[in-house]
């Protein structure tokens, strides 16, 4: 399956979770009535890129693309394709349109952003980790949960606390979108030595922190 978006519901897995700007967004049906919102907007998709693929396990992987559109917009995608009968579908789709202009982001904030994450981490600080490091309505995806806000990621991250869990994060691709959005492909060693996913927002007093994160 070509990156890039797609307007045709047989390419999303029923259960598919959408993430734009606007929020999130449900179902294959859900996904396809977004895409013919974009398209009227926009224009036609005409361009598409992968540029990165990284396989989680025999039938999953993880993807970062971007995609042109005939009205000369672009737009970044974080997609999770699952394969299921020899059918490889999207299971998640982020889209976030990309800046008019090229914006500098710093990301030697997200570096220090995500070395703290790992410091919290490792020092099993669960709780203080989510509350300095994501966003208030940050999204945790796995295996078709979705959870949300503090309460939810503190509680599920509890297994940091365990004296002898230890996470390193490794990026593969750290792609900023626009001056407030950056999209991260990595890999984790350690405790867990799978790859991972996270979408970063820029808060109003300039620090980074995760809007979602992904993971199996």
Request: charged share 20%.
């Amino acid at each position: 399956m070509p990156s890039g978006f797609s307007q045709d519901s047989s390419n999303y897995h029923p259960a598919v979770v959408g993430i734009s700007e606007q929020g999130l967004i449900k179902g294959s049906a859900a996904m396809e009535l977004y895409a013919k919102v974009l398209q009227q907007k926009h224009g036609e998709q005409i361009q598409s890129e992968s540029l990165k693929r990284v396989s989680v396990h025999q039938n999953l992987e993880y993807e970062i693309g971007s995609f042109q559109t005939s009205k000369d917009a672009s737009f970044s995608t974080m997609s999770i394709w699952v394969n299921e009968n020899n059918s490889e579908k999207r299971i998640l789709e982020a889209v976030y349109k990309n800046a008019a202009s090229d914006g500098e982001v710093d990301l030697s904030d997200i570096s220090k952003a995500r070395s703290l994450w790992m410091e919290l981490c490792n020092s099993h600080k669960a709780n203080e980790l989510v509350k300095q490091l994501y966003t208030y309505d940050a999204i945790y995806y796995n295996r078709g949960r979705i959870l949300r806000g503090y309460d939810q990621l503190s509680k599920e991250y509890g297994y940091m606390n365990n004296p002898s869990y230890s996470l390193e994060l490794h990026p593969l691709l750290v792609q900023p979108v626009n001056e407030s959005t950056v999209f991260e492909m990595g890999k984790c060693s350690g405790s867990y030595n799978l790859p991972y996913l996270l979408i970063w927002k820029k808060q109003d007093d300039g620090s980074w922190k995760i809007y979602m994160d992904s993971n199996f």
